[in-house]
């Protein structure tokens, strides 16, 4: 199916995690996705409680003040490993996205990500993931934590793979090296809008 038949109709408000931002604006902006917007802050991962807590809060509003569907994207494994997200889902009478979390979105959905990692040793990184782990970075230095430590984090890591979803690949690899990870570019992928507007309509269309 052509990209440019995949333009959905119906009107719709996405609860989003905002590791997406760049991407589901972009799409809106360039009129191939009609949605209302609403994001939670890629910042609370770092405690699946934070996300938890947060995200219930927003659905609970929005499913308040929306007068049409509502679509959860966020990945299965954001809650946790045992499907957590999808029973979250289902308690609130949501349809989400079929994919593990955001790379797997920029890559495609439905877990496509771990065949593109078969050895579990690369990071995957688009924009928004940068900016996660850049504020990271940031938050730990202020709390005392060390160059050191923080470099141990990604011990085991070949290398990273940057995802260009936006058309900018300059500016990604550019804000990779000011995020301060000390990983190595190995790969700067094009992957386009595509994928994220595949799975978002798919899950609009099970709704």
Do not use: W
């Given at each position: ?17 905002s ?34 807590k ?34 979250l ?8 996205v079929?994919?593990?979390n955001c ?72 804000d ?23 799975l ?8």
């Open positions: 199916m052509k990209l440019k038949t995949l333009i959905q109709k119906t009107k719709v408000c996405l609860v989003c995690c590791v997406l931002k760049e991407e589901l604006l972009l799409l809106v902006k360039q009129g191939k996705l009609d949605a209302n917007l609403v994001f939670v802050s890629k910042y609370f991962h770092v405690d699946y409680e934070l996300v938890e947060n995200l219930r809060k927003v659905l609970e509003n929005t499913l308040k003040s929306s007068m049409g569907k509502v679509v959860l994207i966020y990945g299965d494994l954001c809650l946790g490993q045992n499907g957590e997200m999808k029973k889902a289902e308690e609130y009478g949501v349809v989400k079929d994919a593990l790379i797997d979105c920029q890559l495609g959905g439905k877990g496509i990500s771990l065949t593109a990692d078969p050895e579990h040793n690369l990071m995957f990184m688009g924009p928004g993931m940068i900016g996660f782990f850049a504020h990271m970075k940031e938050q730990m230095l202020k709390q005392g934590v060390d160059e050191a430590s923080l470099d141990g984090l990604f011990s085991g890591i070949k290398g990273a793979v940057l995802l260009d979803t936006c058309g900018d690949a300059e500016k990604l690899r550019e990779f090296v000011r995020s301060g990870v000390p990983l190595k570019i190995l790969e700067t992928r094009c992957v386009g809008l595509e994928n994220v507007l595949r978002v309509l798919d899950a609009i269309n099970q709704c």
